[in-house]
């Protein structure tokens, strides 16, 4: 790019602001390092952007930065611009973790602008917010808008699946017993919870989005039912109740695509605000990978009478499993494991008022 042809720095890069390039090292392919060093950081010097790294150590290490340093500079009027190298899990990391602590907002709070690179697997508020295709021009004339999100409450007993699968910790915000979390791309619970659930190991993980592929092969084979009950509401109406005790695929997303191709919900548009439900009834496994195929087909799968599709505020699930592995719900590529009778409820979070708690925006 000659000097004649350079874009100008947008505003969330120019020198009034603290730029802080994170770092996600396990993030998909494990190829956020190479990016840096390859390609963002000349492009970063190039413009003369002043900027600090930070490289994650940990599955932690990007909430310890979040409560360590970008919410105290937030609560004192810092403008700050999070360059983040790594899939959905960094974005629901900084939002989860502003969202808890920022119980009542403060007098004062700037949010921080977060410039996506997408190096997950499926990064998929990255390609439903139009940023997956060319992320450094999008850093470069995009424009930052407030990141819509959800909450999920859990009943008391709720634990996050780690290590592969083989450990449970305590979820971190708990009041009264209960547990929240907060998300900004999609809920599920079903074969989609599961097969994250199954396929987030270092070995499926090897594949790529593949591994998904591989995962709901496996599940499709225990042709598993899920049992609770289902329930979901319109802003101010009465819940609803889903027909029947058994289920197959329980979706509550704030985006269009999962991933690249696969447009679970066509009438999303970036960075919206709407929560649109997904569901698939006790269908065979024929028919449930009939039917999710039809969404790699520009959102086909909506039209057909077998999928219920509707634009709701709230969703709630009473569980109705003795097994916990049916019992598994997932946030934003999370796992959390419900204790036998149990119960989740997902609220969407508004945009404004007094219940309106966006903490970030994001560079669309």
């Known amino acids: 790019m000659t000097s004649e042809s350079r874009l100008p720095l947008p505003p969330h890069l120019l020198p009034d602001r603290e730029v802080h390039v994170v770092i996600s090292l396990l993030s998909g392919h494990r190829k956020a390092q190479e990016y840096y060093d390859d390609t963002l950081k000349p ?94 021009k999008v850093m470069l004339t995009g424009t930052p808008k407030s990141l819509p999100s959800f909450q999920a409450r859990f009943s008391p007993g709720a634990k996050l699946v780690v290590d592969e699968g083989q450990g449970r910790e305590a979820l971190p915000n708990s009041e009264d017993d209960e547990t929240a979390m907060y ?75 999962l991933e690249e191709k696969f447009q679970i919900s066509p009438a999303t548009k970036p960075v919206d605000g709407t929560l649109r439900l997904v569901h698939i009834g006790a269908e065979a496994g024929s028919e449930i990978m009939r039917l999710l195929g039809l969404a790699y087909q520009s959102g086909k799968h909506v039209a057909d009478p077998k999928v219920t599709y509707e634009d709701i505020d709230g969703l709630r699930i009473e569980f109705d499993e003795e097994e916990e592995q049916w019992r598994m719900v997932c946030v934003d590529g999370k796992i959390i494991a419900i204790a036998r009778g149990g119960w989740v409820e997902v609220t969407r979070i508004p945009g404004s008022g007094t219940d309106g708690r966006r903490v970030i925006e994001l560079v669309c």
């Open 183 to 257: 998300g900004a791309v999609v809920f599920s619970w079903g074969l989609h919870a599961s097969l994250v659930a199954m396929s987030d190991t270092t070995e499926y993980r090897k594949h790529g989005l593949e591994r998904f592929r591989m995962a709901a092969e496996q599940l499709l084979k225990d042709s598993h039912r899920y049992r609770g009950k289902v329930k979901w509401r319109k802003a101010g109406g009465e819940w609803t109740e889903l027909s029947g005790p058994e289920h197959s695929y329980i979706l509550a997303s704030l985006v269009s695509n």
């Open 43 to 136: 492009f970063l010097d190039s413009y003369g952007v002043n900027y600090s790294t930070h490289t994650t150590k940990s599955a932690k290490s990007i909430t310890e930065l979040t409560t360590g340093l970008i919410l105290p500079n937030a609560t004192k009027g810092v403008k700050q611009t999070i360059i983040l190298l790594s899939g959905d899990g960094g974005v629901v990391d900084i939002v989860d973790t502003l969202t808890s602590k920022l119980n009542g907002r403060p007098s004062v709070f700037i949010k921080p602008v977060i410039a996506l690179v997408p190096l997950g697997t499926a990064n998929a508020l990255a390609w439903s917010s139009a940023v997956a295709q060319d992320p450094l």
